[in-house]
């Protein structure tokens, strides 16, 4: 019975990690059609970012938002003076992000080097919460609040606030919104920032529970193209419930039986593409 | 695009040099590096099936390369099977898979197959990863002698080289076979227009199925000869960066092309060994390489690599132009 809520919750908290990150890929593919490979590499260098913070002195909350601003930042370049260009051109643009990843992520082994590096936990949340003889880590605890304050946040924004009304209906129909006066322009640079940077701050989070080594950005990309493929494209609750169902997995799997984890990853994307292709909460299909 | 449009004087240059290419080069070294180019140009050539003819971009083309490779090294080095048993079953198998991937990523189209495609190659990838028990995990798998084929004995590299370019000639033959037949020219015509091919009462998702099975096929024996000429295989080879590649040599060479990704694989591995020489950068170089071309053809690849080719070969054709610009607009 432990072994269950332990493995739950440590699903929960991998969940949380892919929600993070999945949630702005999924933004970024339901408003611009841009599938962003560079999203793991974005990952990645978020974490190294935060870590390289960190070991100069940075408290690790302000490292966290070093290594969002930075993704943020170039993510908002890149979009602006890369991607902006080859409007139109999806293939051009998922090739140009594959390169840029490739970049990133050589880039990463060069300054930081081949060897894995465990990003320090802010000291605030080390330790166990117990609850009679259960124990588990007060950091993924941690981790899955935010996922869940995170995931509150977004459905805010996107539901009842203006600007995602603005992205909604960019989403929907985006030459109407267009002809409406919505300034798509800014708006897909704002969604671009804001998916990189939920990119870079999840690296420098996960940096504690899964450390930084190269092959981060292309362990993490693909969860998050299962997740967005499961839950449905550009759907906030589709890939809020399609990364807990990857961590779930994932997280028994690996328990259960180490060596066939990945395998069962087919299972979920098997199901799905067979019975419903559009994903669990799409409207289109991918 | 009919194959008589073709012209024939540099598929004749590509076929004199391969030919000749153990007597232009003067080291074992080169003589292994050309084979490189013949395995990589038989799974270019397969891709570029997909790609070039059927509008399908796929980012997991290296699944079928590394799968046939482990089944390969599997099956002959360590479950003690024949080489030909070995070799029928490593391409078989990976040809069911195949299957099962295009059933798959044939739920979508464009940009989704092209995200289906990557995340199932970078599963199997992981597969291979972790798996370590079957695998070798990151150590990967040995222990593959060379077979012996008719008495040929396949370690000398001149001898392997001509074993590897049969294969290439076959690959060719078939592959032109094929874009030639009905099936090939109906893929065609769902890569420029699904829709109206629907409505003729084509049943599209079958042709690009049937194509998708095909193009396994080809990257299968493409690993079976990675198997033996490496006689190792690793994770590196399901990665990503192996597909990425791939793509690189496609269009690099010219999609929709017989004969581009032979070029485009030359290019790429000669690339790869020469950089390698001298830096480890290659991944950099690699993406570099990516952004450079998108970025100096803004009108999409394939047309700017065509038009490149075109003004390279001298020759001129009229007809590639708006088709080659149909491709990228059904691949996106």
């Given at each position: 019975?432990?072994?269950?809520?332990?493995?739950?919750?440590?699903?929960l908290?991998?969940?949380?990690?892919?929600?993070?990150?999945?949630s702005?890929?999924?933004?970024?593919?339901?408003?611009?059609?841009?599938?962003?490979?560079s999203?793991?590499?974005?990952?990645?260098l978020?974490?190294?970012?935060?870590?390289?913070?960190?070991e100069?002195?940075v408290?690790?909350?302000?490292?966290i938002?070093?290594?969002?601003?930075?993704?943020?930042?170039?993510g908002?370049?890149?979009?602006?003076?890369?991607?902006?260009r080859?409007?139109?051109?999806p293939?051009a643009?998922?090739?140009?992000?594959?390169?840029?990843?490739?970049i990133?992520?050589?880039?990463c082994?060069?300054?930081?080097?081949?060897?894995?590096?465990?990003v320090?936990?802010?000291?605030?949340?080390?330790?166990?919460?117990?609850?009679?003889?259960?124990?588990f880590?007060?950091?993924?605890?941690?981790?899955?609040?935010?996922?869940?304050?995170?995931?509150a946040?977004?459905?805010?924004?996107?539901e009842?606030?203006r600007?995602?009304?603005?992205?909604?209906?960019?989403?929907?129909?985006?030459?109407?919104?267009?002809?409406?006066?919505?300034?798509?322009?800014?708006?897909?640079?704002?969604v671009?920032?804001?998916?990189?940077?939920l990119?870079?701050?999840g690296g420098?989070?996960?940096?504690?529970?899964?450390?930084?080594y190269?092959?981060?950005?292309?362990?993490?990309?693909?969860l998050?193209?299962?997740v967005v493929i499961l839950?449905?494209v550009?759907?906030?609750l589709?890939a809020?419930?399609?990364?807990?169902?990857?961590?779930?997995i994932?997280s028994?799997?690996?328990?259960?039986?180490?060596d066939?984890?990945?395998?069962?990853?087919?299972?979920?994307?098997?199901?799905?593409l067979?019975?419903?292709?559009?994903?669990?909460?799409?409207?289109?299909?991918? | 695009?009919?194959?008589?449009?073709?012209?024939a004087?540099?598929r004749?240059?590509?076929?004199?040099a391969?030919?000749?290419?153990?007597?232009?080069?003067?080291?074992?070294?080169?003589?292994?590096?050309?084979?490189?180019?013949?395995?990589?140009?038989?799974?270019?050539?397969?891709?570029n099936?997909l790609?070039?003819?059927?509008?399908?971009?796929?980012?997991?083309h290296a699944?079928?390369l590394?799968?046939?490779?482990?089944l390969?090294?599997?099956?002959?080095a360590?479950?003690g099977?024949?080489?030909?048993?070995?070799?029928?079953?490593?391409i078989?198998?990976?040809?069911?898979?195949?299957?099962?991937?295009?059933?798959?990523?044939?739920?979508?189209?464009?940009?989704?197959?092209?995200?289906?495609?990557l995340?199932?190659?970078?599963?199997?990838?992981?597969?291979?990863y972790?798996?370590?028990?079957?695998?070798?995990?990151?150590?990967g798998?040995?222990?593959?002698?060379r077979?012996h084929?008719?008495?040929?004995?396949?370690?000398d590299p001149?001898?392997?080289?001509?074993f590897v370019l049969?294969?290439?000639?076959?690959?060719?033959?078939?592959?032109?076979?094929f874009?030639?037949?009905?099936l090939?020219?109906?893929?065609?015509?769902?890569?420029?227009?699904p829709?109206?091919?629907r409505?003729?009462?084509?049943?599209?998702?079958?042709?690009?199925?049937?194509?998708?099975?095909?193009?396994?096929?080809?990257?299968?024996?493409a690993?079976?000869l990675?198997?033996?000429?490496?006689?190792?295989?690793?994770?590196?080879?399901?990665?990503l960066t192996?597909?990425?590649?791939?793509?690189?040599m496609?269009?690099?060479?010219?999609?929709?092309?017989?004969?581009g990704?032979v070029?485009?694989?030359?290019?790429?591995?000669?690339?790869?060994?020469v950089?390698s020489?001298?830096?480890?950068?290659?991944?950099?170089?690699?993406g570099?390489?990516?952004?450079?071309?998108?970025l100096?053809m803004?009108?999409?690849?394939?047309?700017g690599?065509?038009r490149?080719l075109?003004?390279?070969?001298?020759?001129?054709?009229?007809?590639?132009?708006?088709?080659?610009?149909s491709?990228?607009?059904?691949?996106a």
């Amino acid at each position: 019975m432990n072994f269950w809520i332990i493995q739950g919750l440590n699903g929960l908290a991998f969940g949380s990690l892919l929600f993070i990150l999945a949630s702005g890929f999924s933004l970024i593919f339901g408003l611009m059609r841009i599938v962003n490979l560079s999203h793991g590499a974005y990952f990645m260098l978020g974490a190294y970012v935060g870590l390289s913070a960190i070991e100069a002195g940075v408290n690790f909350w302000i490292a966290i938002l070093i290594g969002g601003g930075a993704i943020c930042i170039l993510g908002g370049v890149l979009e602006r003076f890369i991607l902006r260009r080859l409007t139109g051109q999806p293939l051009a643009q998922v090739l140009v992000t594959l390169g840029i990843a490739f970049i990133i992520a050589d880039t990463c082994v060069w300054i930081w080097t081949g060897d894995p590096r465990p990003v320090p936990m802010p000291s605030e949340l080390t330790g166990a919460f117990r609850i009679s003889h259960l124990a588990f880590p007060i950091y993924r605890l941690f981790v899955i609040g935010v996922a869940f304050a995170l995931a509150a946040t977004l459905w805010f924004l996107l539901e009842r606030s203006r600007l995602g009304a603005m992205i909604r209906a960019g989403v929907d129909d985006l030459p109407m919104a267009r002809a409406m006066g919505i300034r798509t322009s800014l708006l897909f640079t704002v969604v671009f920032c804001l998916g990189s940077a939920l990119a870079g701050a999840g690296g420098v989070l996960a940096g504690p529970i899964l450390s930084v080594y190269p092959g981060l950005d292309t362990d993490m990309l693909p969860l998050a193209l299962v997740v967005v493929i499961l839950g449905g494209v550009g759907s906030l609750l589709g890939a809020f419930i399609g990364s807990l169902i990857i961590g779930f997995i994932y997280s028994y799997g690996q328990a259960l039986f180490p060596d066939l984890a990945y395998v069962i990853l087919f299972l979920p994307m098997v199901l799905v593409l067979t019975l419903r292709p559009t994903g669990l909460f799409g409207r289109q299909a991918i | 695009m009919r194959f008589s449009a073709f012209n024939a004087l540099p598929r004749l240059l590509v076929f004199a040099a391969l030919l000749a290419m153990p007597w232009l080069v003067t080291s074992d070294y080169y003589v292994n590096i050309a084979s490189q180019i013949v395995i990589a140009a038989i799974l270019a050539l397969s891709l570029n099936l997909l790609i070039g003819f059927g509008g399908m971009i796929s980012l997991g083309h290296a699944a079928y390369l590394g799968v046939a490779a482990y089944l390969t090294i599997y099956l002959t080095a360590h479950a003690g099977f024949g080489h030909l048993t070995g070799a029928v079953i490593a391409i078989g198998a990976t040809t069911v898979l195949a299957m099962l991937f295009g059933y798959l990523a044939l739920r979508a189209s464009g940009l989704g197959f092209l995200m289906i495609t990557l995340a199932l190659g970078q599963i199997l990838w992981g597969v291979a990863y972790r798996w370590a028990s079957l695998t070798g995990g990151d150590n990967g798998l040995g222990g593959l002698k060379r077979p012996h084929p008719f008495g040929l004995d396949l370690n000398d590299p001149i001898i392997f080289y001509y074993f590897v370019l049969f294969f290439l000639a076959i690959a060719v033959w078939c592959i032109a076979r094929f874009i030639q037949s009905g099936l090939g020219q109906s893929l065609q015509g769902t890569r420029d227009q699904p829709r109206r091919m629907r409505a003729l009462g084509y049943n599209v998702w079958l042709i690009q199925w049937l194509s998708f099975v095909f193009s396994g096929f080809w990257g299968a024996v493409a690993g079976l000869l990675y198997a033996y000429y490496h006689q190792f295989v690793s994770p590196q080879t399901l990665h990503l960066t192996t597909s990425a590649e791939t793509l690189l040599m496609v269009i690099a060479g010219g999609t929709g092309t017989l004969l581009g990704p032979v070029v485009g694989a030359a290019l790429v591995v000669i690339l790869k060994n020469v950089v390698s020489a001298y830096i480890t950068r290659w991944l950099i170089l690699l993406g570099v390489i990516f952004v450079a071309i998108v970025l100096f053809m803004p009108e999409g690849l394939v047309p700017g690599a065509r038009r490149a080719l075109r003004a390279l070969r001298g020759s001129s054709r009229t007809d590639t132009v708006a088709e080659a610009s149909s491709i990228a607009k059904d691949g996106a």
